[in-house]
């Protein structure tokens, strides 16, 4: 079990919910750009949006709850070049946080998840070695 800042949340229940957070995710670029435009009182989360996710990954991580398929999630941002931005920024987003919370150790924990590691490169369009490297600089 995993212990989140609103209670407890097993993998099963968060594994189950996969599919209801992709087109969450698809929508997360436009979301960002529209929240400025919403009221702020009556969508005062939607502003961060991003933040969630950044910490989702995270406290999976760092908790040792991690599993890769939490990473299908984010294949919706693997459409178009500004998604694949928008998911590099989740993930090095996640890495800063990481490495905020618990150091460098943290970093290199989430940088052997093979997994994680290529959806990096794939985002970022190039080697998975280069992407290591470039998550690494840049956390």
């Known amino acids: 079990m995993l212990e989140l800042a609103w209670g407890w949340l097993t993998f099963c229940m968060l594994s189950s919910s996969l599919e209801a957070l992709q087109p969450a995710i698809q929508q997360l670029e436009e979301w960002k750009i529209d929240a400025p435009r919403l009221d702020r009182y009556r969508y005062p989360n ?12 995270e406290k999976l991580i760092e ?6 398929v939490i990473l299908r999630a984010l294949q919706p941002l693997m ?5 694949k931005k928008l998911c590099w920024k989740q993930l090095i987003g996640c ?3 990481l490495k905020k919370s618990g150091g ?4 290199r924990k989430a940088l052997d998840i093979q997994e994680l590691v290529s959806l990096a ?19």
Do not use: I, W
Request: aromatic residues 4%; positive net charge; charged residues 25%.
């Open 63 to 68: 908790k040792d709850a991690f599993n890769p």
């Open 121 to 139: 490169a794939n985002a970022r369009g190039c080697p998975v070695e280069n992407a290591r490297r470039t998550l690494e600089s840049e956390c």
């Open 95 to 97: 890495l800063r946080k």
């Open 46 to 57: 939607l502003r961060h949006c991003d933040n969630f996710c950044q910490s989702l990954l």
């Open 104 to 107: 460098q150790n943290l970093v």
């Open 79 to 83: 459409q178009s070049d500004t998604q």
